[in-house]
């Protein structure tokens, strides 16, 4: 693969990048070079330069098939509010999620989808809907705003291709102020305002992309402000209702808060005010939180009916549901075309004569902790020496999916293996479309060897 300062050596790139600086991002706390150069210290390319070229029926197709997912998890979803908590807690989901499942009525809110395509329909450029299957959906992911929102139009246009993503930004902020209106009535655009946070981290992406997000929401009259979470203040003053407040005292009513529920569920209080006056011992903040959510008080996106289809234990949830007759025969039918056979256990994805199965902890991350299992052999294994977070994640339920093939693109001397994402709104309308790579010797799409390559028309 060609390394970062050979594909940075013509004068065009160069160009690029300084109009990227420029125009893009010219005053925020983040190096650009610096996210694509890669910060680990083999400093790995976060992208691919040179666009992947795809075709607009591939666009229309794999966006057609996104929508039908949406359609079909957001239906099923409906059905965790009739279950019993010992039901919700048999399917991975913690004892800490019951009240807001069984309390709780706003939809799910954006998904990314991580896609397989069939590698044959791909490099004829025909296409059925049985040729996408969904590995796994994620709940909000900030990294798509700056990839696919606006990377990826500079990138494609900068070599003189066409962006499949241009304008969808707008559609995206668009859908998402009407989710507001609609979810939570109270809700006044323009004059109330939406606190954007996520925990502290040197994820460029992530500044870079929550940046992105909150221009497009105040170009559509919206009022946004940005927090770290663990800036925001829980008090717990015994005179006082709890409240979640900014440190200069200000309420937090409406909160997008990209911080994933098992690890607040963990946080033992670094949300929490430091002038805490209850005589009673502090909780966590996912207790407090919860509070004012079922007490109507904070307006949290993405909603719990998000954990509900971002759970890998959902995919498992629905093909019981194929073998149970758990689900109508329509149903049934969408499972199977859209969705890759998943099983809680090894054995059972054995008995339905899967050859090649992935172990996937149920809220496992940028390809962490999955393990590629034949013939009782475990052939790929992720749990290197350097892998933080082993106990955490061996110590997590997991579901066996079975596995699929996805195309190939030729890049300099390397093969990649391609993934294909795709982005929902609010209203579940496709939009963006993304693609992830990784040496075809490796097979796992991770963040360790995970390359972006902007998708162009």
Excluded at 266 to 288: C, K, L, N, Q
Excluded at 448 to 456: D, E, F, N, R, T
Aim: hydrophobic share 40%.
């Amino acid at each position: 693969m060609k390394s970062l300062q050979d594909a940075l050596s013509s004068q065009s790139k160069k160009q690029f990048f300084d109009r990227l600086s420029e125009e893009a991002y010219s005053n925020l706390p983040a190096d650009v070079l610096t996210l694509f150069e890669g910060s680990d210290k083999d400093h790995r390319p976060y992208l691919v330069f040179d666009p992947l070229v795809v075709s607009s029926n591939f666009c229309q197709a794999i966006r057609k098939a996104a929508e039908e997912f949406w359609a079909l998890s957001t239906s099923t979803a409906q059905i965790f509010q009739n279950l019993t908590d010992i039901e919700i807690l048999e399917w991975g989901y913690p004892e800490d999620y019951v009240p807001q499942f069984l309390a709780c009525n706003t939809p799910a809110l954006e998904m990314r989808l991580d896609i397989a395509v069939n590698p044959i329909a791909f490099s004829q450029g025909q296409f059925q809907l049985s040729d996408f299957k969904v590995l796994e959906a994620n709940a909000a992911t900030p990294g798509f705003w700056a990839e696919t929102f606006v990377f990826n139009t500079l990138i494609a246009e900068h070599f003189g291709y066409q962006c499949p993503n241009k304008h969808l930004g707008e559609v995206q902020t668009q859908d998402f102020v009407q989710y507001l209106k609609k979810a939570f009535p109270s809700y006044r655009h323009g004059k109330d305002v939406v606190y954007f946070s996520f925990p502290y981290a040197g994820a460029h992406e992530d500044i870079l992309s929550f940046d992105a997000r909150i221009g497009y929401f105040q170009q559509l009259g919206g009022k946004a402000k940005f927090l770290y979470t663990e800036d925001l203040v829980i008090e717990t003053d015994i005179a006082k209702n709890v409240a979640l407040k900014t440190p200069e005292g200000d309420v937090v009513q409406y909160l997008f808060l990209h911080y994933p529920n098992e690890w607040l569920v963990e946080d033992t209080g670094e949300m929490v005010s430091d002038h805490d006056f209850s005589t009673i011992p502090a909780a966590r903040p996912w207790d407090y939180l919860q509070q004012l959510v079922l007490e109507h008080q904070l307006y949290r996106v993405p909603p719990i009916r998000s954990e509900v289809i971002q759970n890998k234990g959902f995919f498992a949830f629905l093909w019981e549901g194929v073998h149970s007759d758990r689900f109508d025969p329509d149903t049934q039918h969408w499972i199977k075309t859209l969705i890759p056979q998943t099983y809680c256990t090894y054995e059972e994805a054995k008995s339905h004569q899967l050859g090649q199965v992935w172990e996937k902890p149920i809220y496992g991350r940028e390809g962490a902790g999955i393990v590629l299992w034949e013939d009782n052999e475990a052939v790929i294994d992720t749990y290197d020496p350097s892998f933080d977070d082993k106990d955490w994640y061996k110590n997590m339920l997991a579901v066996y999916q079975e596995d699929c093939p996805m195309p190939t693109y030729s890049f300099e001397d390397e093969s990649l293996l391609l993934m294909f994402t795709v982005y929902l709104s609010s209203t579940g309308r496709a939009t963006g479309i993304g693609c992830r790579a990784v040496p075809q010797s490796k097979r796992v799409i991770d963040a360790k060897q995970g390359l972006w390559i902007p998708v162009a028309l």
